[in-house]
């Protein structure tokens, strides 16, 4: 210190110094603007040259700055966060998650653990692997272990999973190829890190997360490569079995439920809506009907008993029957966090047979595919093998008392939602609105 104040005294004293120094001043003035020249001039070809963890840097500090804004209430006081990642796709040839260095996820986990405000979970909604007609069960397995590895391993947050339509290898034609139920508990399952319960080795289960409201997040994992029959492929078809569906209704959405629980479902594939951006994407890909969850769940928020039969697309004969009361279950539904689309989305299930009216629709979060070589090409979000387009993943602060969601997001998404958007699942409209800082 007495170093820079003798300098700075010298400097503004000593004849011909000051000139000389104003000389040097104009001088690097003159340099930094032509370096900054050209760095714009050649922004894209420098920038790919530039080592990930700046891209890396870049993308969080972009995040923190919304997260921070949103995952506070009014009152300073903290609303409950969660990071939602979706359709890693780790193989040979995803870029940025080859299998043996899944850089992506490796960010992905990094922000969680490292975050500006508390993170209380991460969710991974399903297709944790890429692969082609002639993978073997192994390279899937490796792919599979991969991913397990990375998400867990050093990760401090309580994590989550639900299986996608990648994630059974049945894209392989033959069935000594395929990935078992009970392969992905092995692999994957059972590595959660937080307390869950499963019907014995099931990969569905739900777990029960503290609210800083003073409530319970129940967040709840669907199974969709939960088959009956050798005939339901779901590489093309999400299923769930007759005891999971026994389970949902009897079990996980009403064992323990109190009046200030709150639920999340998590499922891959998407679910029906008269929305015209989603529509574009979203396919009738279930094997009972796709309406078979949503009106489950209608009834749970109408807390009334609901009876339905639903038959199997694929084998002949087969009926699926629900019969679920929940006129006096407690508790409140949140929103569906899903993937499968490969592009970011947030709409309203409509069309169920006994939608309640008085009631907001049912929200479904769709989050972005990690890797860029997977994109959607129907997707307007641009993506980049490098850069900041590169990574993504949604980012949400939800809120109890008000009965909000907050989204804003990590990566290529941000540039196409620079905003937090606002959606309520409560007792008013849904709105959507920019208010990030």
Not at 221 to 239: G, I, S, W
Not at 316 to 328: I, K, R
Not at 418 to 430: D, K, S
Request: charged share 20%; aromatic share 10%; hydrophobic share 35%.
């Amino acid at each position: 210190m007495k170093t820079n104040k003798r300098l700075s005294h010298t400097e503004t004293t000593v004849p011909g110094i000051e000139k000389q120094t104003k000389q040097m001043n104009i001088k690097w003035m003159i340099l930094s603007c032509m370096l900054f020249a050209g760095l714009m001039s050649g922004c894209e070809d420098k920038t790919e040259d530039a080592a990930p963890g700046n891209y890396y840097e870049l993308n969080r500090h972009n995040s923190a700055r919304l997260l921070s804004g949103m995952a506070v209430d009014m009152m300073q006081e903290n609303r409950f966060v969660i990071v939602h990642i979706s359709d890693a796709h780790l193989s040979n040839w995803s870029s940025n998650n080859f299998w043996r260095h899944p850089e992506n996820l490796i960010e992905a986990v990094n922000f969680v653990n490292r975050p500006p405000v508390k993170v209380n979970a991460m969710v991974a909604t399903g297709d944790f692997i890429s692969n082609m007609a002639k993978t073997t069960r192994q390279t899937a397995m490796e792919y599979m272990n991969a991913f397990a590895t990375h998400y867990f391993n050093s990760n401090l947050v309580p994590s989550f999973v639900c299986t996608g339509n990648h994630d059974g290898n049945m894209i392989n034609p033959n069935a000594a190829e395929w990935i078992t139920q009970e392969d992905f508990y092995s692999a994957v399952t059972s590595r959660i890190n937080y307390p869950v319960y499963t019907d014995g080795r099931s990969n569905y289960y739900y777990t029960d997360l503290p609210d800083s409201r003073g409530g319970r997040i129940r967040i709840i994992a669907l199974d969709e490569m939960d088959r009956t029959y050798n005939a339901e492929n779901t590489q093309r078809m999400a299923v769930y079995s007759p005891r999971q569906i026994e389970w949902l209704t009897h079990v996980a959405l009403k064992q323990g439920m109190t009046a200030r629980h709150s639920v999340i479902v998590l499922l891959h594939h998407s679910l029906p809506s008269n929305n015209a951006t989603a529509r574009r994407y979203i396919a009738n890909e279930h094997v009972y009907s796709w309406y078979m969850i949503p009106e489950i769940i209608e009834a749970f928020r109408s807390k009334t008993h609901f009876q339905k039969r639903y038959p199997n697309k694929v084998v002949p004969g087969d009926t699926l029957t629900v019969d679920a009361d929940f006129t006096q279950a407690p508790g409140e539904f949140i929103c569906y966090m899903g993937g499968h689309v490969h592009t970011y989305l947030n709409y309203e299930v409509s069309w169920m047979s006994n939608i309640n009216r008085a009631l907001p629709k049912q929200q479904v979060l769709v989050a972005n595919n990690m890797s860029p070589s997977e994109k959607n090409p129907l997707s307007p979000i641009e993506r980049q093998p490098r850069g900041t387009q590169n990574n993504t993943f949604n980012i949400y602060a939800i809120d109890t008392r008000e009965k909000m969601i907050y989204v804003t997001f990590f990566g290529a998404t941000l540039s196409y939602y620079p905003r937090v958007i606002t959606l309520n699942y409560g007792n008013a409209p849904v709105s959507e609105a920019a208010t990030g800082k």
